[in-house]
């Protein structure tokens, strides 16, 4: 299925051909509580106006948070970059393992994804992860190479959106479908 019908099937506001459906109005924030592994609960905030990014948790999330949890053994002591942080609620559950971790996303809207990851740390009292702007299908800024600065790349639900941009360039592994 292709993003714009599957966004669609999900009531996000996508134009045929993946294009963003326009919108007068103010943006609209939603908040929600999530359970994550050791019975603890998370708030976040998500973009009730965003029709791709940022505007709900993927259901994977739970599953892989079970599995990191389970397998914490792997990530000890490694430098953890998250491609396609959304909300920040995988980055959040890492970080609050005492894991160092980086997230990043796409930066099409200006800082919006940044900012509200940072906003979702804050509200659950945890200091805000490194950030690293980047777009689908670019290169990542030669500082924050993957291949150099992490030990680990963690991703969840990302590869949706590899039609959009037409190439998974710059994603180490990702022509020998590792994600």
């Known amino acids: 299925m292709a993003e714009a019908d599957y966004c669609n099937a999900m009531g996000r506001g ?89 997230t990043s996303d796409s930066e099409a809207d200006g800082s919006l994804v940044a900012a509200n990851i940072a906003h979702n740390f804050q509200l659950n009292s945890i200091a805000a992860a490194p950030h690293i702007q980047h777009d689908w299908g670019t290169a990542f800024p030669a500082a924050a190479s993957p291949t150099s600065a992490f030990d680990v790349i963690v991703a969840n639900d990302i590869l949706i959106y590899v039609n959009t941009t037409g190439s998974s360039a710059g994603y180490p592994g990702a022509n020998r479908g590792v994600a």
């Open 14 to 102: 996508m134009e045929p051909g993946g294009q963003e459906a326009a919108s007068d109005e103010e943006p609209e924030w939603s908040y929600e509580s999530f359970q994550i592994p050791g019975g603890m609960e998370l708030r976040l905030r998500t973009f009730g106006f965003h029709p791709r990014n940022a505007n709900f948790v993927w259901p994977g999330n739970a599953q892989l948070m079970e599995w990191l949890d389970t397998n914490q053994h792997l990530l000890a002591g490694k430098r953890i970059l998250e491609l396609g942080s959304a909300t920040g609620l995988l980055a959040i559950f890492m970080t609050m393992r005492g894991w160092q971790v980086t």
